[in-house]
């Protein structure tokens, strides 16, 4: 058993993705079903909980850099943190990057006129991570979905909060890919980058 914090609860496909990281390891755990599958929308598990699991890796793992997938066989809830107490956490025990959007995912992020991405020919080890930016992200409309823009770049937020109109400069942000994608086969695969909260 291991005490895992709960530190993004985003919309899926049929379901929802909650993530979280051990707090003994600082390992980063992406919650599946004990049988592998993603979690139904019923799953219990919210931003700022301390639950005890058990789990291991998925015998069904998703290629990198999507490498931060568990099967849960339990899970015994213990307390919920304050956003204060939850932010305390991840400082003291996962890597946080600083500035702008070069620092993260290994240098390997890349942008075309819409979005930014991770692609093939240079994948990084680790799908999640924690940033604080150093400039505002904006919520903007962009291509008739609600998006955060940063430098030049449009972010889609794919989290359970309530957007907010400005996320300021400095704020701990968290930061994932999305699953390999492409619109069709004639196009490469992409993980394509999303905002998955803020605290």
Known sequence: MAKVVIVSRTKIKNGVCCGGFN???GEFIR???AKGANLPVEAPYNVGQVYDLKYKTAWNPRPKPHVED????SG?????LSTIEL???IINNCPVFE???SSVFQGFLKSDKYAMYIGQNAVPGYSVCFWRPNAPLKLVNFMG???YYFNGHYISFVGFQSPVNVIPAGTLVRLSLANWW????????????QISGWY
């Open 23 to 25: 707090l003994e390891t």
């Open 31 to 33: 919650l599946h079903t």
């Open 70 to 73: 568990k099967q849960v066989f």
């Open 76 to 80: 015994e809830y213990i307390k919920q």
């Open 87 to 89: 932010r305390q956490a």
């Open 99 to 101: 500035g702008d959007l």
């Open 145 to 147: 979905k609600q998006r």
């Open 182 to 193: 492409a619109p069709n086969e004639n196009f490469p695969k992409r993980c394509y980058l």
